[in-house]
């Protein structure tokens, strides 16, 4: 149970820290998150998991979040179970094997702009949600994260129901920082940020 924990609750935090700190940002791109939950959920309505489907652009805005932020990104050390040849490459058994997520998703081959913030990566020409096959936050293949679709419903739980009362911005005269420290996770540096309550609507 403290290995779930573990798991599942830094993570979890720290890619919704890197999200605001985006939103803040990219104001142009939190309007039009929020101009999405308007439409699906208007300001009565809390968001539910049902709604994600209609909401393809803050699907992408998370994806992004997640791609860019990074935060994971040497995956979690692995042991090699037994020996195994990939391409030209001979893996003893007993290799210690790290997995670079970095490489993948910062990957210049795969992504148009992979270092810069631009959900555009998970749309198509119609504004619809595209999957990624370089998108590898949550590692990949036998031993892919445990906790990828409970992760996934809460990023997009928490980040709707907040941008839906609040928009966030850095306080007057205080400077975007995009800078970070790792520790057991890649996490944004501490910062100051403000969260507005949004007028309520006006029928
Ligand atoms: C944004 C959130 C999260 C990210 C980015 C993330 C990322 C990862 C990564 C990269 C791995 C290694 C996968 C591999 O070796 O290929 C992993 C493993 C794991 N994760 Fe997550 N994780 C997240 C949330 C969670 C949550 C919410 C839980 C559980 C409640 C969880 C439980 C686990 C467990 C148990 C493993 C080990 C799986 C195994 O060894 O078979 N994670 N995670």
């Known amino acids: ?15 919704l820290r890197w999200g605001f700190l985006y939103m803040a940002k990219y104001p142009e791109v939190q309007e039009k998150v929020q101009e999405e939950i308007d439409r699906v959920n ?9 709604d994600r489907a209609d909401m393809p652009y803050t ?8 791609r860019i932020g990074n935060i994971v990104p040497l995956s979690l050390h692995r042991t090699a179970a037994k020996g195994i040849q990939i391409g030209k490459h001979i893996i ?36 619809k949600f595209v999957k990624r096959t370089a998108f590898i936050p949550f590692g990949a293949g036998k031993r892919v994260c445990l906790g990828e679709n409970l992760a996934k419903m809460e990023l997009f739980l928490f980040f709707t129901s907040l ?15 995009m800078e970070y420290s790792l520790g057991v996770t890649l996490n944004p540096a501490p910062y100051e940020i403000c969260a507005v309550p949004r007028q309520p609507e006006h029928h």
């Open 163 to 177: 941008l839906q009362r609040f928009s966030f911005s850095f306080p007057a005269g205080v400077m975007p920082s």
């Open 92 to 127: 003893p058994k007993g290799t210690e094997i790290i997995p670079n997520l970095t490489s993948v998703m910062f990957d210049k081959s795969e992504w148009e702009t992979p270092d810069t913030f631009n959900p555009q990566h998970f749309l198509d020409k119609e504004g």
């Open 1 to 15: 149970a403290v290995d779930l924990f573990v798991a599942g609750s830094e993570t979890t935090s720290t890619t």
């Open 59 to 66: 699907d992408a805005v998370l994806h992004e979040v997640q």
């Open 42 to 50: 208007g300001q009565s309505r809390q968001p539910s998991l049902a």
